[in-house]
């Protein structure tokens, strides 16, 4: 298990900006693939981006999400980061991270990740 601590989260006006940080302690950081999911009041928690381990060269985003959203990661800090602009009232939700060493699906994140324990956004209208 990789233990995660999200940061970052708060209350925003539509249309503003928020970053979200997820840092770890564990020195192999650099060998996981990391991805933000994010869950609202009533719904299942869904995929929001991912970046692959090394040096990120990898990333994917959810179609709800693109162009608005960056994934990045810094190994040096051990942290990952979710670059969130264009904010709308339906982004609101508690938003995590997770590591895997080697995901095939989003769904491996589920299954055999390790989770941060959440940060909430909430976005005003």
């Known amino acids: 298990q990789v233990p995660l601590v999200e940061s970052g989260g708060g209350l925003v006006q539509a249309g503003g900006s928020l970053r979200l940080s997820c840092v770890t302690s564990?020195?192999?950081?650099?060998?996981?693939?990391m991805g933000w999911f994010r869950q609202a009041p009533g719904k299942e928690r869904e995929f929001v981006a991912t970046?692959?381990?090394?040096?990120?060269?990898?990333?994917t985003y959810a179609d709800s999400v693109k162009g608005r959203f960056t994934i990045s990661r810094d190994n040096a800090k051990n942290t990952v980061y979710l670059q969130m602009n264009s904010l709308k009232p339906e982004d609101t939700a508690v938003y995590y991270c997770?590591?895997?060493?080697?995901?095939?699906?989003?769904?491996?994140?589920?299954?055999?990740?390790?989770w941060g324990q959440g940060t909430q956004v909430t976005v005003s209208s």
């Open positions: 564990v020195r192999t950081f650099s060998s996981y693939d």
């Open positions: 997770a590591a895997h060493p080697d995901p095939t699906t989003y769904e491996d994140y589920e299954r055999l990740g390790s």
């Open positions: 970046i692959s381990r090394g040096r990120g060269i990898s990333t």
